[in-house]
């Protein structure tokens, strides 16, 4: 008897699974948008965010162009520091 209360505690109620789902898309997401700005791959994205906001008359850098700007910056501004 013990173990049915146990299973019935256990197993999600219909309609719960639903809300479970979606806080672990939601917790997902977030954790996909830390990874993406610790590795830098969201830079690009929050370029073409303030470009288009501080000038919306014309277009912003293609990402290739933007990480060759990025990368020749980089090599023009080397800093003696590991991180």
Not at 13 to 24: D, M, T, W, Y
Not at 28 to 44: I, P, V
Request: charged share 35%; aromatic share 10%; hydrophobic share 35%.
């Amino acid at each position: 008897m013990v173990s049915a209360n146990r299973k019935q505690s256990v197993d999600p109620k219909p309609g719960e699974s639903a809300g479970v789902l979606l806080r672990f898309r939601i917790r997902l997401a977030h954790a996909r948008a830390l990874w993406r700005d610790f590795t830098g791959e969201s830079a690009y994205d929050r370029y073409v965010e303030r470009h288009r906001r501080d000038h919306p008359d014309h277009e912003p850098m293609s990402a290739r162009e933007w990480w060759r700007a990025k990368a020749d910056f980089d090599d023009a501004n080397v800093q003696a520091r590991c991180c």
